[in-house]
């Protein structure tokens, strides 16, 4: 899919795929070198993170295992409300590992916050958080996040796994979307 298959729903490229696998490769060498000689396990999660995680993987060269989880905020129905429920928990037993969370976007971080609390407390060596995007809404929760690839405006996003209303996921670059789709 690119930007010709889009066509008048998208706004503006934001980020383009050399921009994002350029910093995603500096991403990786730094991940390289803090981990050198250590366990690593990523955990990405869904669905969002899937290209993110696909691609930051095989950018490293430190051997890792990788594991997923899937969560959904509910109660109201207002996106990432702080309450979240898990609706696939992971397969790996965390006790004494080093963890590092893949997000593709840290928003209100609301969802980071709840998440980082949740496997902080099944016993890991630690838990760090890698996200490709950041926006200065995150700045309202007090979260570190270790790896940051961009931070970005405060506007709605789509590709590289981001959606709106689950389409656009498989964009590979990332922009913002038209009003006009809003709208509809
Ligand atoms: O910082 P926050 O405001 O909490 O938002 C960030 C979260 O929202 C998105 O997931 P979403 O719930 O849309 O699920 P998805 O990954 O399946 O699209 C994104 O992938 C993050 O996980
Ligand atoms: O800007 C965004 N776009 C898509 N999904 C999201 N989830 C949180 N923020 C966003
Ligand atoms: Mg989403």
Redesign the pocket.
Known sequence: MDQSDIGSDLESVLLSEEQLSTRLAEMAAQIDADYAGEDLLLVG?????VMVMADLARQLHHPVEMDWMAV??YGSGT??SGVVRILKDLDADLTGRNVLIV??????????SWLLANLRSRGPKSVEVAAMLRKPE?NKVEIDVRYVGFDIPNEFVIGYG??YAEKYRNLPFVGTLAPHVYAE
């Open positions: 999660v869904l669905k969002g993170a959904s905020s996106k990432s997000e593709d976007i840290v928003d209100s971080g609301l969802t980071l995150a981001l959606d």
